[in-house]
């Protein structure tokens, strides 16, 4: 049973910086995907970033494109998204997810397989 543990949310003001981490267990993560989404009440999860767990290869929103880093550690089997020149709305809760089929460029919630239990994070203004 693959288990995603997500910290480093937090208080932050506009223009400020918070890496969050997504630990990973349960199994062998090559050939999968790790992603980021994030989600603000009454609205639906939006994605975020993703990474090819073996490639490396990255995908990005284009609301985060320069600003919002993804990496993983693979010998910590953890997964980072590094947000930088952070903004108001970026407030949300982060969810880290795994998508089995190592399908990156995935942007759609459903098709991921594994969640964690989400992370919050708040950028005031």
């Known amino acids: 049973q693959v288990q995603l543990v997500e910290s480093g949310g937090g208080l932050v003001q506009a223009g400020g910086s918070l890496r969050l981490s997504c630990a990973a267990s349960?199994?062998?993560?090559?050939?999968?995907?790790m992603g980021w989404f994030r989600q603000t009440p009454g609205k639906e999860r939006d994605f975020v970033a993703a990474i090819g767990w073996s490639a490396g290869t990255t995908n990005y929103a284009d609301s985060v494109k320069g600003r919002f880093t993804i990496s993983r550690d693979i010998v910590k089997n953890t997964v980072y998204l590094q947000m930088n020149s952070l903004k108001p709305e970026d407030t949300a809760v982060y969810y880290c997810a795994v998508e089995i089929r190592g399908r990156w460029w995935s942007v759609i919630a459903s098709q991921y397989d594994y969640w964690g239990q989400g992370t919050q994070v708040t950028v005031s203004s």
């Open positions: 349960g199994r062998t993560f090559s050939g999968y995907a």
